[in-house]
């Protein structure tokens, strides 16, 4: 049954809204501190908001 081993890959204990930060590539959770702007938060930490120029994009 590899379904059960995939399925508790994925179980999460929170169910809080999660993001991909685009820098590390690492989802993170939502916090407290970015509630009010959540839809705004783009980066997991504050180090990964200065290294925003390391994304590669298509300017
Ligand atoms: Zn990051």
Known sequence: MFYL???AKYMKRSE???KTCPVC???FTWRK???KHWAD???CSEKCRRNK???HTNN
């Open 5 to 7: 081993g995939v399925k």
């Open 25 to 27: 590539n690492l989802p």
């Open 33 to 35: 501190k970015w509630e």
């Open 41 to 43: 938060v783009k980066y």
């Open 16 to 18: 809080f809204p999660q």
């Open 53 to 55: 120029n390391t994304v």
